[in-house]
């Protein structure tokens, strides 16, 4: 049987979600954005009610819930504002290696001071000479009796300047490459440890992200999350889940943008007439709901499977691949829909045209969601 309902409990969280969007973070999302603030309060008041670290076990103080639930709410947080979105999806992306790979004893001591308290935490992979090329990673973890020694730069890092906790990828074993990667919680405030918020951002301006430096930085060996030299697995199969989140944040971007397409086509007039009478603009209005239907229906197909423990890697590529290219493409009709009016700040539409961009590029850009989709497809 196939069921495309959602449970009353989905449709619960999606109703206080989406209250929780349209009254608190709508009023002030064109604001973050202009300003570039971190929403610290907004999401404390999010995380107070449930909102946030939804996957994270409820034993440790997350909300024990699945990705479609997780979804849904990201659709709804995104449809006010995609970079408080990412600002409080950052949590979820570090937490989830802890989640894969941390002992019982290290997720009670990691875990509930984010997702419990309300603490902020940052996934660090990416460096400057490694982004889609993971293993190209120059960060070292050397080994010195009963602490390993980091040293390296982590940049484009959410949350970095405001996290507590850091989830950091370095190499233990250079000459292993993927084989030689190992994981590490590392508290924030450790000595050694500089960040740096990285400057003007085009779009999801209200999240945070920093470079961070480690200078000699002493982890106890007691942080190495999981086995050393097994954590490339780890952040891959962190990817493979939380990027159908992307695709759910592609979702709200494009309903944002088509909603208030409808509402200006109805309200503009030329040639004696409201523009939603011309066939042309029907006709991209049609397809912007078109994209945007197809796109929720296989990021849920996507998080469904992912909560069922079904081999899911190809399909929450295709989620995010699909859900942010249709972000994109709806932002833009949306600002061409609106003419003139769609190019300035009063309008939205820029903001999620701007908004949307930054989802084809992290969390794998979609190029490399495309390789990992025809991997799946050749494979023997
Ligand atoms: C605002 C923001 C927030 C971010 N947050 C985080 C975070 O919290 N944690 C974190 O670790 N990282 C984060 N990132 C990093 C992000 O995941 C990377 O930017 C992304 O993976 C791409 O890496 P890159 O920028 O180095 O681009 P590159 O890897 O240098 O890619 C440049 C171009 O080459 C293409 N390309 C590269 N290799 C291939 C290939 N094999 N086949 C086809 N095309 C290819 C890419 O698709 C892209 O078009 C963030 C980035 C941004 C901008």
Redesign the pocket.
């Given at each position: 049987m196939i069921d495309f309902s959602l449970t009353d409990e989905q449709k619960a969280l999606q109703e206080l979600a989406r209250d929780f969007a349209q009254n608190e973070i709508v009023p002030v999302a064109t604001e973050l954005d202009r300003a570039g603030q971190f929403p610290r309060d907004l999401l404390k008041k999010a995380h107070k009610l449930g909102l946030l670290n939804l996957t994270i076990e409820d034993a440790y103080g997350g909300g024990g819930l699945g990705w479609l639930d997780s979804c849904i709410v990201g659709e709804e947080f995104a449809a006010a504002c995609a970079g408080f979105t990412t600002a409080a999806n950052?949590n979820e992306?570090a937490l989830t290696p802890l989640h894969l790979a941390a002992s019982e004893d290290q997720k009670k001591k990691f875990i509930p001071p984010i997702a419990k308290d309300g603490g902020f935490a940052?996934?660090?992979?990416?460096e400057p000479s490694a982004?889609?090329?993971v293993v190209g990673m120059r960060t070292r973890a050397l080994k010195s009796g009963n602490e390993y020694i980091l040293n390296g730069t982590?940049h484009?890092?959410?949350n970095g300047d405001v996290a507590d906790l850091l989830t950091v990828f370095a190499l233990t074993d250079p000459e292993k490459k993927h084989r030689g990667m190992s994981l590490f919680a590392v508290p924030a405030d450790l000595p050694g440890i500089t960040r740096r918020h990285m400057g003007e951002?085009m779009g999801?301006r209200a999240s945070d992200?920093a470079e961070i430096v480690f200078e000699d930085v002493h982890v106890p060996a007691a942080n190495l999350i999981g086995k050393e030299g097994d954590s490339f697995r780890v952040a891959m199969e962190t990817f493979d889940r939380t990027r159908i989140g992307i695709g759910a944040l592609g979702v709200g971007v494009a309903r944002a943008s088509l909603e208030a397409a409808v509402k200006f086509m109805k309200e503009r007039q030329q040639f004696g007439q409201p523009i939603a009478n011309f066939q042309g603009p029907q006709f991209m209005l049609a397809d912007m709901a078109i994209k945007i239907e197809t796109a929720r229906t296989y990021v849920y197909y996507a998080a469904w499977q992912v909560d069922r423990k079904m081999p899911y890697s190809y399909a929450t590529a295709i989620a995010k691949a699909y859900g942010s290219d249709v972000a994109m493409q709806v932002a833009t009709d949306a600002v061409q829909l609106l003419g003139g009016y769609g190019y300035y700040a009063e309008y939205k539409v820029e903001k999620y045209m701007r908004d949307a961009k930054?989802l084809q590029?992290?969390?794998?850009?979609n190029?490399?969601q495309r390789?990992v989709i025809a991997r799946a497809l050749l494979k023997d």
């Open positions: 950052a992306l940052a996934f660090c992979v990416t982004g889609s090329d982590k484009f890092i959410t951002k999801h992200t930054l590029i992290y969390e794998g850009t190029q490399i390789v």
